[in-house]
């Protein structure tokens, strides 16, 4: 069980409205990575954060927008949803920014669906 | 930039051996990735290659050549629970934020 938790774990909006996912790092991870994943494609990296602070972006709109607290949860929020937007949301929290190997781990993923 | 190709989908049958193979261009290279994600769940951590060559674990061995740009994942005595997508990633910069693949669906035959 990797404790990465995200909610909620579906989502249904329509286009225009606004949406927040939550995602809870595992225990002393400081890094938090969002992933957007389209049925039957590959995730696409959004954002990352380490220790409160955007550490890199993804070709993404600024209507994707992100947030890390303190205890290093961190929240995607993404205004004026589009129907492109319906996809698999992930999160995924390492020790440190560093690739080192099996240092990240995924939580099981929103789904939103836009209509 | 960086761009990942892998095939879209393979059928293999059961106690069978499958290639799964993964091409690469990057503009730097920090290693590369394979994960294993089943069907509404998250993408689970298989290896890590930096270096050339071979690297075992138990049925599942992932190879690297960085002068070919190219990878791929062996899975051997293949079993039902294989059915999965496999996702080849490589970092975007010399940090954990990764570029996927568009993932390798493989379905694993009685």
């Known amino acids: 069980e990797t404790g990465v938790t995200q909610s909620p774990t579906h989502l249904i909006k329509t286009r225009g409205q606004q949406v927040t996912l939550r995602c809870s790092s595992q225990?002393?991870?400081?890094?938090v990575s969002w992933y957007q994943q389209a049925l039957g494609q590959g995730p696409q990296f959004i954002f990352q954060y380490y220790r409160e602070e955007e550490n890199g972006r993804g070709n993404f709109p600024p209507r994707f927008s992100g947030l890390q607290f303190p205890n290093y949860s961190s929240e995607l929020n993404v205004n004026a949803l589009e129907l492109d937007d319906s996809a698999l949301y992930l999160c995924?929290?390492?020790?440190?920014?560093?690739?080192?190997?099996?240092?990240?781990?995924f939580g099981p993923g929103t789904r939103l669906t836009v209509l | 930039g960086q761009n990942i190709d892998q095939p879209t989908e393979m059928t293999a049958t059961e106690g069978a051996i499958v290639q799964i193979n993964c091409t690469y261009q990057?503009?730097?290279?920090?290693?590369l990735f394979w994960y294993q994600q089943h069907a509404g769940e998250a993408p689970t951590f298989l290896s890590y290659?930096?270096?050339?060559g071979l690297e075992e674990k138990g049925r599942f061995s992932s190879f690297l050549s960085r002068s070919k740009g190219y990878s791929y994942l062996l899975l051997k005595e293949l079993q039902m629970k294989d059915s999965a997508s496999y996702l080849c990633a490589v970092p975007i910069n010399a940090g954990n934020m990764l570029t996927f693949g568009g993932g390798t669906r493989l379905m694993v035959k009685p």
């Open positions: 990057t503009s730097g290279f920090n290693g």
């Open positions: 995924a929290s390492s020790l440190d920014p560093a690739p080192t190997t099996d240092t990240q781990y």
């Open positions: 290659n930096v270096l050339d």
């Open positions: 225990s002393g991870h400081n890094t």
